[in-house]
């Protein structure tokens, strides 16, 4: 196809497109299969792209359909010549990452070759992008999930404004057009939790469903994944689906006997400094302190759930927040879980973390039906998160800390250096050394953030 055709071919799936949608995109996820078939979605994709960003590098994340090697292979060796012209590969920045993380990359052209995932992205981001840039095409040979998690470690350094990352995907592959629509359903919403476990959860279960014709529900799912481990530990990062379709809505060359499917995925950074203060109503309170007891309750008594007065609450109840539930006998902790973020509402994560604060906190044994009368409830609902600079931001008592380095994570609610005593070293350390378990001094090389907490129990509310 010479370059006037495949010009306007282009522009015929975006003039089809699904307009701009999101601002702050620092990932797309998009299809890599036939034009014809995909061509649309993966338009969509591009078209939540700011076209008059300065990018000065595009990262393209492909798992190879061909060869099967363990790390990645980043092109080194020349740029990508397409009917337009040539897309300027850094070869720097490739060679860099092979010497840093030996075993990890490879500089091995051959998993290029015969590899069209990564070529098939360039028309779009060439008609999208109007400022130079270069690409770093990246192959993923590996099936190993902690594979995926190292490679996540070395290249999110690099995900800022200033770069792009664009993993290349198809998701369900040969199942009937209705089985493909509730597949994709399933998997896209896996990945909108920005979670990695959760996808690899979804894709078991689907593999699992026994679906006539299911080879895979996601063929690169080891790109999507590192993504996942780039992005999952930071809230600022958001998934939105933008678009969706099958090769069994192409009316001429499709069937929907055998299908596969596309989506169009866009990752947004949060850039907002200041934002409304999160804030409880008592009313909120009531009912969230009723729903932990009556959680427990129906746990150790049988009795049925006493439905919460949300009569007179706010949306923050419904909000997805992070929390936590602390359980106390005569003073004493007793147990204490929670989740630092999540999609689910406030309501249901408190519900959550009841249950398990009771019968899963490692440290002590399970809560008894017998000493539930005793059992005194705290609730610690969490802001967002924000990333520090430096530790001089931290007021004590004020905010708590989540400290994270690669799959190490560790966290402190507010009211833990009030409780101890702890100056910030202390505070720091502790939660270093005994949360994330990287060290004493292991804060000092991990990202650190910051969040507030409101907290409240059935001791004040009785009072």
């Known amino acids: 196809m010479n370059a006037d055709m495949l010009q306007k071919e282009v522009v015929s799936y975006f003039r089809d497109a699904v307009e701009k949608k999101h601002d702050n995109v620092r990932a797309i996820i998009c299809p890599h299969a036939g034009d014809i078939f995909s061509g649309k979605v993966a338009a969509s994709g591009y078209r939540q792209i700011d076209e008059h960003a300065q990018y000065k590098l595009v990262f393209i994340l492909a798992s190879s359909h061909h060869s099967y090697f363990n790390g990645a292979s980043v092109y080194c060796h020349g740029d990508y010549l397409m009917p337009y012209g040539a897309e300027k590969v850094d070869r720097e920045v490739g060679k860099k990452l092979v010497e840093e993380h030996p075993g990890l990359f ?43 998690q190292r490679l996540a470690q070395a290249l999110k350094p690099f995900l800022t404004k200033d770069n792009l990352f664009v993993v290349s995907t198809d998701f369900s592959h040969y199942p009937d057009y209705n089985n493909a629509l509730s597949v994709d359903a399933a998997t896209e919403q896996a990945i909108l939790k920005n979670d990695p476990q959760k996808l690899i959860e979804t894709l078991f279960e689907n593999k699992h469903k026994q679906i006539d014709n299911l080879v ?91 439905l919460p007065a949300l009569s007179g609450c706010s949306d923050a109840v419904n909000a997805p927040c992070g929390a936590f539930v602390t359980l106390y006998n005569r003073g004493d902790l007793r147990g204490c879980i929670g989740m630092v973020s999540t999609h689910e509402p406030l309501l ?68 833990v250096a009030e409780e101890t005593g702890w100056n910030l070293e202390d505070y720091l350390g502790h939660c270093a050394r005994d949360k994330a378990r990287i060290g004493w001094d292991g804060w000092k090389q991990a990202t650190v953030y910051t969040f507030t907490a409101t907290v409240f129990g059935e001791k004040e509310n009785r009072n």
Request: proline letters at 4%.
């Open 216 to 306: 895979t529900s996601l063929c690169g799912w080891t790109s999507v994944l590192t993504l996942l481990h780039m992005t999952g530990n930071n809230p600022r990062y958001a998934y939105h689906g933008v678009d969706y379709r099958n090769s069994g809505d192409e009316k001429v060359y499709g069937n929907r006997h055998e299908v596969v499917g596309y989506w169009a995925i866009a990752v947004t950074e949060s850039t907002t400094s200041a934002k409304k203060e999160f804030s409880l109503t008592e009313e909120d309170k009531t009912a969230l302190l009723g729903e932990a007891r009556s959680t427990l309750e129906k746990l150790f008594k049988g009795k049925k759930a006493t």
């Open 106 to 148: 490879t500089d091995d052209p051959n998993p290029h070759m015969k590899e069209h995932s990564i070529e098939v992205q360039l028309p779009f981001l060439h008609y999208t992008l109007k400022n130079p840039y270069a690409i770093v095409p990246i192959i993923l040979g590996t099936s190993d999930v902690s594979t995926c």
């Open 348 to 415: 249901k994560t408190v519900h959550d973390m009841a249950l398990s604060a009771a019968k899963s906190d490692y440290r002590f044994s399970p809560v008894t039906a017998e000493e539930l009368d005793e059992i005194e409830i705290e609730i610690s609902v969490l802001s967002p998160m924000t990333k520090i600079k430096d530790v001089s931001e931290i007021e004590l008592g004020k905010h708590g800390i989540y400290i994270v380095q690669g799959r190490s994570s560790g966290i402190f609610l507010p009211q």
